[in-house]
């Protein structure tokens, strides 16, 4: 379950919720900086169509699912949309008789079909089956497309000149599977490589045909990343390593690896990746990439490390809005960069005028209710205000702003016997199952004066332990007051 600011409001309004990034680095004309996103993009896989690129990532129990963002110089990127808009997969992801956390979207694959000129999502649920979305546009609107009877897990798609769709998938065992024209069922399915046991686990597989021969680009959790070549999707595959330990970007985070290739108009290559840096989550970061003459890849290092900055790629830097600001949710839906903590009760929530939540469960558990809107934390550090009118709360009402991960707090109101007040909260845990261990213990609380207030929440993401996240409140939206302990 990755880190994230949690926007949670019950029988409230917001009337605005911003995030103010501190130390970020932004792209130059001449350079860019690692990670390129510092939020969590974990499993990414990168593709071009033309001049545009798309990047898709894991997000698990999060809805809608399987983000698509967008970008015209593979360092400036938007969201624009996502390519499951509903975790239709079972009950358990409506936080109903169940639940979803770290199942749903796991490292999925996209892909691009030039012959309908259509874009293809494709994913394992529940290690259970696969399923496949598909739009004309990649900003959507997405429709499922078909159930698959096997569960490609960790899949990557190919969709070679003549318009055959393949997918690369498997855990040590790597398979490929041909699908027939309509993409709809299996015709063909074929283990093409065992991973030798000095490797370990290979994983998370990407399929491409560069140059007449077939790549499977494989990680190695969570230090390496191995290629397979072939003159066939069938094999035989021979195995190169790409990298092994090489020393990230990111001061305190974890070795690059998993992500994919991707080549430029111009036909220089890239490989974005991800960088572990808990608690933040997983980062995207970009390094080019060369060939050999025999047709290896192989990454551009900087003193033998992942480089922290490299020169711009030949492109024109195309600068997008940024991924962090303010929302004052006024038009009728709500912006690609939030995301539902499960699937919403789409009955009790509403924009134009701001936020409007209302109660979707009634419960002590945050991990159990339903309409906690959610939004990825940017790094290194930042801070999040949400200003919230609790006019129309009743008793037993609880709305505020929360750090959300397997340990999470809260700052918010609370209104009891006709008494709003605002608290501040921590405590609430789960175990290594995902079950609640701890609901919480209020720490501090404050009266307040009027029906509206501005919470806010200032965290320190950077890799390592110790990191802090502060909780602060104020009724005039500028004098903020502390409230309660530092969470860590």
């Not at 698990?60 to 990127?77: C, K, T």
């Not at 890239?270 to 990454?299: C, E, H, K, N, S």
């Not at 200003?387 to 700052?411: K, N, P, Q, T």
């Not at 909260?425 to 995902?434: A, K, P, R």
Request: with cysteine; glycine share 10%; proline share 7%.
């Amino acid at each position: 379950m990755n880190r994230r600011l949690l926007f949670s409001l019950a029988g409230a309004s917001a009337a605005a919720a911003a995030l103010n990034p501190f130390g970020v680095a932004e792209a130059q004309q001449t350079s860019y900086a690692n990670p390129v996103v510092w939020q969590d993009f974990a499993d990414v896989e990168v593709i071009r169509v033309g001049s545009d690129f798309y990047m898709t990532a894991s997000t698990m129990h999060y809805s809608p699912g399987a983000p698509v963002l967008h970008s015209r110089d593979l360092v400036n990127w938007e969201f624009i949309g996502h390519s499951v808009p509903r975790l239709d997969f079972g009950s358990k992801y409506d936080l109903s008789g169940g639940r979803g956390y770290v199942r749903g979207i796991w490292a999925s694959t996209l892909a691009h079909r030039p012959s309908e000129n259509r874009y293809y999502w494709l994913g394992q649920i529940d290690f259970a089956r696969s399923y496949m979305y598909t739009a004309t546009n990649p900003a959507g609107p997405w429709t499922q497309h078909a159930q698959l009877s096997r569960a490609y897990y960790d899949a990557g798609m190919l969709v070679d000149a003549d318009g055959t769709m393949y997918v690369a998938y498997g855990n040590t065992q790597i398979s490929v599977a041909q699908l027939s024209a309509d993409g709809k069922t299996e015709v063909r399915n074929q283990q093409v490589f065992s991973t030798p046991s000095s490797i370990g686990t290979l994983e998370g597989s990407r399929f491409y045909k560069i140059n007449g021969n077939y790549y499977i680009f494989l990680t190695r959790p969570a230090n390496g990343q191995y290629i397979l070549k072939s003159s066939s999707p069938w094999g035989p595959y021979e195995l190169r390593q790409v990298l092994l330990n090489m020393p990230g970007p990111i001061s305190g985070g974890g070795v690059p690896h998993q992500g994919g290739l991707v080549s430029t108009p111009g036909g220089a290559w890239y490989y974005m990746a991800f960088v572990d840096a808990y608690p933040g989550g997983r980062m995207p970061a970009l390094a080019p990439i060369t060939w050999t003459a025999d047709g290896w890849p192989q990454v551009t290092t900087v003193n033998g490390a992942w480089g922290s900055t490299y020169p711009f790629p030949n492109l024109t830097p195309s600068p997008t809005p940024p991924l962090t600001g303010t929302d004052t949710f006024t038009t009728s839906a709500l912006a690609a960069k939030w995301e539902w903590n499960h699937n919403p009760d789409n009955t009790k929530w509403s924009t134009g005028d701001g936020l409007r939540l209302q109660t979707a469960t009634v419960t002590n558990d945050l991990y159990n209710a339903r309409n906690t809107l959610t939004h990825r934390i940017q790094g290194p550090s930042s801070t999040a205000t949400v200003e919230l009118d609790f006019a129309s709360m009743r008793d037993g009402d609880r709305a505020g702003l929360a750090m959300l991960r397997d340990a999470s707090a809260w700052i918010g109101v609370k209104r009891e016997a006709g008494v709003p007040r605002v608290v501040m909260t921590d405590g609430l845990t789960m175990d290594g199952s995902w079950n609640t261990t701890g609901t919480g213990t209020e720490r501090a609380s404050a009266d307040l004066c009027s029906t509206r207030v501005w919470l806010r929440v200032t965290a320190d993401i950077r890799p390592g332990s110790g990191r802090q996240a502060l909780f602060s409140s104020s009724e005039d939206g500028a004098a903020f007051t502390p409230l309660g302990p530092a969470f860590t």
